[in-house]
């Protein structure tokens, strides 16, 4: 079974910055899109960001100039950088790898991101 290790979650005040961290298997982190998503209370999970293997990223229009997601290939290691958190920002945060072309995908179990005075 696919295990993709989440780390950095924890509180923070807002306006402050968080880096949260997904390692996973060279074999899956080489091949797949890497992702994180996030699920707020009473609302569904949406996408906050995307890295493909070619470094291609894209971001929710609520996080651009906020957000960056890096990967470090010599850790196998996607990254999501977050800067001037808001309140809002609160919410699960979920690590994906996704195979394009077949679709498959692995999900980490999640971290919580608590943005709060």
């Known amino acids: 079974q696919v295990q993709l290790v989440e780390s950095g979650g924890g509180l923070v005040q807002p306006g402050g910055s968080m880096q949260l961290s997904c390692a996973a298997p060279e074999n899956i982190f080489s091949t797949h899109f890497m992702s994180w998503y996030r699920q707020a209370p009473g609302k569904e999970r949406v996408r906050v960001a995307t890295?493909?293997?070619?470094?291609?990223?894209l971001y929710a229009d609520d996080v651009k100039g906020r957000f960056t997601i890096s990967r470090d290939w010599d850790k196998n290691t996607a990254y999501l950088q977050m800067n001037s958190l808001e309140p809002r920002d609160t919410a699960i945060y979920y690590c994906?790898?996704?195979?394009?072309?077949?679709?498959?995908?692995?999900w980490g179990p999640g971290t919580q991101v608590t943005v709060s005075s």
């Open positions: 890295i493909t293997y070619y470094g291609t990223t």
């Open positions: 994906n790898a996704k195979d394009p072309p077949s679709e498959r995908d692995y």
